[in-house]
């Protein structure tokens, strides 16, 4: 059964960094699209960045541009989100996210498989 796992999370002060991974399995997810999502509480869940299957192409929400770098290794089957300059409003649960079309998109709706998600939080 497809499967990706979140892991990375946990707490960090502002101005610190993660590396949030996301492995996968069951399937081959080296032609799929990969993206992350990270949803906070009593908001709803908003785009952080995608990578196309051979990443060659990536976006990214402005809110993390130029603190954020995602990447793959397809040999591992596993996704990085790297996460700089931390701030409190980037406290909120991550997933990952497989797009079978193969390019990523910032629209949920685009994705197939999602992860359950692992929890970021940023001290002030």
């Known amino acids: 059964q497809a499967q990706l796992v979140e892991s990375g999370g946990g707490l960090v002060q502002a101005g610190g960094s993660l590396r949030l991974s996301c492995a996968a399995s069951g399937r081959t997810f080296s032609l799929d699209g990969m993206g992350w999502f990270r949803q906070a509480p009593g908001k709803e869940r908003e785009f952080v960045a995608s990578i196309s299957w051979n990443g060659g192409r990536t976006s990214y929400a402005d809110s993390v541009k130029g603190r954020f770098t995602i990447s793959r290794d397809n040999a591992k089957n596993t996704v990085y989100l790297q996460m700089n300059s931390l701030k409190p409003e980037d406290t909120a649960v991550y997933y990952c996210?497989?797009?079978?079309?193969?390019?990523?998109?910032?629209?949920?709706?685009?994705?197939?498989?999602w992860g359950q998600g692992t929890q970021v939080t940023v001290s002030s």
């Open positions: 996210a497989a797009d079978r079309g193969g390019w990523g998109s910032s629209r949920d709706s685009e994705y197939d498989y």
